[in-house]
């Protein structure tokens, strides 16, 4: 099992910036690619961000050039995993729920509980 951990969501004026953080714990040693997905009041969930382990990158139309996934970061140590995503030029249409997920090899995938972004005309 996964256990992911997203924060750093809130309430922003159209144009700010938030920083999404998402951490992972547990079976986090065939994670191959994590990313960041939204949902808006009445819509269905969608891609925001995705990263692979090689670095390979997926965005949204409708946010590239604005919003940038990080690099997967592993402490061993710690047995963390750990994904950004910086959000800048923010709009009213960002405004959504905001979750991490993680894709294991083998198919498995792993949900965070969301964190809330609102972002204010």
């Known amino acids: 099992q996964v256990q992911l951990v997203e924060s750093g969501g809130g309430l922003v004026q159209a144009g700010g910036s938030l920083r999404l953080s998402c951490a992972g714990s547990?079976?986090?040693?065939?994670?191959?690619?994590m990313g960041w997905y939204r949902q808006a009041p009445g819509k269905q969930r969608e891609l925001v961000a995705t990263?692979?382990?090689?670095?390979?990158?997926?965005?949204?139309?409708?946010v590239k050039g604005r919003f940038t996934i990080s690099r997967i970061s592993r402490d061993n140590v710690k047995n963390l995993v750990t994904v950004f995503l910086q959000m800048n030029s923010l709009k009213a249409e960002d405004t959504a729920v905001y979750y991490c997920?993680?894709?294991?090899?083998?198919?498995?995938?792993?949900w965070g509980q969301g964190t809330q972004v609102t972002v204010s005309p």
């Open positions: 990263m692979s382990d090689g670095g390979t990158t997926n965005y949204a139309d409708s």
């Open positions: 997920k993680a894709d294991r090899f083998g198919g498995f995938t792993h």
């Open positions: 547990g079976t986090i040693f065939d994670i191959n690619v």
